[in-house]
């Protein structure tokens, strides 16, 4: 069956990728704070569904690796940044690509993670799948916008 988009169609394609993005975006954040406050109650490590770069420096502090001062300074100018990055971008769809650069960081941050932990279990997969979904949604989003913006 072939059938023939509009253009406007397109156009309502497009906005929804860009929503889609800054959805996922959004809610990407809301579950690595909600990991973070589980943290500080439960001293739990489980970080499933987390941003990678606050686990990361939370784990080096547990372990002693890195100071208390360090790393929840990095962990709190991520979490801002991150956070700023939602505001913006759900205003101004052409903060997307900034967006996608932190998120980027984030899943640097992931694979760093993977690579130093001794002991790899499938449950890590689920951050791996997360991070991509989240980074494809980011990039549809972006190449919507900026087709939205040439037409």
Known sequence: MNKKFTKEDIIKKHQTNVKSAQGVFALAGMLGIIYIVRYFITGNFDF?????????????????????????????????????LCAVSAKKAKYLSNALS????????????????????????????LHV????FLIAGIKSEKALREN
């Open 133 to 136: 979904f989240v980074t494809v």
């Open 48 to 84: 499933y569904f987390s941003l990678s770069f606050t686990q990361v420096w939370l784990t080096k502090i547990a372990e002693g690796t890195a100071s208390a001062d360090l790393g929840y300074s990095l962990s709190a100018i991520f979490i801002v940044a991150y956070f700023a």
């Open 102 to 129: 932190l998120y980027i960081l984030d899943f640097a941050a992931l694979i760093y993670s993977l690579i130093t932990t001794p002991s790899f279990s499938a449950d890590s997969l689920i951050d791996v799948i």
